[in-house]
């Protein structure tokens, strides 16, 4: 199973962007989606997660009431949608999923890069 995340872009501050993530291969039936973003020299920090089986979703407080995550099951694909976003946002988005709980996120995609200008 592959993680291909997609969706990246140029927005202007204030601008709206979603991000899709969609699962190839074999049957895919993860324990938890979720989002992470790395901006330039920083760290890579949690941004949201879903559980796949329903369920509300959770946000890093940086985020929370502007993002939105939600899962499409028969598709495969999770989505992330940004608004009112922010310069602070710029960042490599990346997508994880949970397969096997105990090693937490353990799939992961490549990344897509968000720039948010001022």
């Known amino acids: 199973v592959q993680l291909q995340a997609s969706g990246g872009g140029l927005v202007q501050a204030g601008g709206s962007l979603r991000l899709s993530c969609a699962a190839s291969?074999?049957?895919?039936?993860?324990?938890?989606m979720g989002w992470f973003r790395q901006a330039p020299g920083k760290e890579r920090e949690f941004v949201g997660g879903?559980?796949?089986?329903?369920?509300?979703?959770s946000y890093s407080d940086s985020v929370k009431g502007r993002f939105i995550i939600s899962g499409d099951n028969a598709k495969n694909t999770v989505y992330l949608q940004m608004n009112s976003l922010k310069p602070e946002d710029t960042a490599v988005y990346y997508c994880?999923?949970?397969?096997?709980?105990?090693?937490?996120?353990?799939?992961w995609g490549q990344g897509t890069l968000v720039t948010v200008s001022s």
């Open positions: 994880a999923a949970v397969v096997r709980p105990a090693r937490g996120y353990d799939l």
């Open positions: 291969g074999r049957t895919f039936s993860p324990y938890i």
């Open positions: 879903i559980t796949w089986s329903g369920g509300k979703p």
